[in-house]
């Protein structure tokens, strides 16, 4: 625990000296404006558009903002140094993840109370929370893959695009059934069922394939973490 506390306390700064809440913050008041500047059609129906906006905006904050951390730690070499303390790749990943997690679900429900109202619904802060912690962990695992931008930036584009795919089907551009074995469908189910009721298959999809694809994400990350931490010349510094 003590571990754990510390490695929060480290990213909270890490996090802060990069700007990232000055970030968050700036994507907060861009989007509520281009929310505001929407016909009131896209108001009237959360059910359809709340899922969307926070598949988009999760995004930024969880899979960009873990990537950007990630590639800045193997350059300085902090995830060798990370590697001789008390600190487990396991304590690393959950640390990250609460914090990011965290600021992408504080950010995203300020966004859908300023573009919908406020909604005190667990489904909603349930997929908000579920797709951030995916976001986050397929985030990392790709991005300690690579040594730099250059390399990340082209499979980043292709991964969030393919991460996005369910939309078709909650759009009905598509059958959503297609869609059931994707890592952001059972979130999007959990957000849609904040607004309409989705039945109790729906329901159980939702909320064990969102648990089920966060753990799978998180360890997916974790083995990464793992071997970064052990293989000094693969993570970095200087």
């Known amino acids: 625990m003590k571990a754990l506390l510390a490695l929060i306390r480290f990213d909270v700064i890490l996090q802060a000296r990069n700007g990232f809440y000055w970030a968050s913050g700036f994507v907060v008041l861009v989007v509520s404006a281009l929310l505001a500047a929407l016909p009131e059609a896209v108001a009237s129906a959360p059910s359809l558009y709340v899922p969307a906006l926070v598949a988009f905006n999760l995004q930024i904050t969880t899979f960009f903002f873990v990537a950007g951390l990630v590639l800045l730690e193997r350059e300085e070499g902090t ?19 609460m914090t990011l997690a965290g ?19 667990w489904w909603l802060l349930a997929g908000i929370v579920a797709m951030g912690i ?16 250059n390399e990340l930036l082209l499979p980043a584009s292709v ?3 393919l991460l996005l795919l369910p939309l078709l089907g909650h759009f009905g551009l598509t059958s959503p059934v297609v869609w059931v074995w994707h ?7 959990l957000i849609r069922g ?7 298959p729906a329901s159980i999809l939702g909320v064990g394939g969102a648990i089920a694809w966060a753990m799978g994400a998180f360890r997916l990350a974790t083995r990464g973490a793992e071997r970064l931490m052990r293989d000094t010349r693969a993570s970095g510094g200087r």
């Open 79 to 97: 995830l060798t140094a990370l590697g001789a303390s008390p600190a487990s790749p396991r304590i690393y990943m959950t640390a990250r993840t």
């Open 103 to 121: 600021l992408a679900a504080a950010e995203t429900l300020v966004i859908v109370w300023f573009g919908f109202g406020l909604l005190a619904s």
């Open 134 to 149: 995916t976001y986050t962990g397929f985030g990392a695992a790709l991005a300690m893959r690579y040594a730099s931008v």
């Open 159 to 161: 991964i969030v695009t």
């Open 183 to 189: 890592p952001m469908a059972p979130a999007i189910v």
């Open 194 to 200: 904040a607004y309409e009721p989705i039945g109790l």
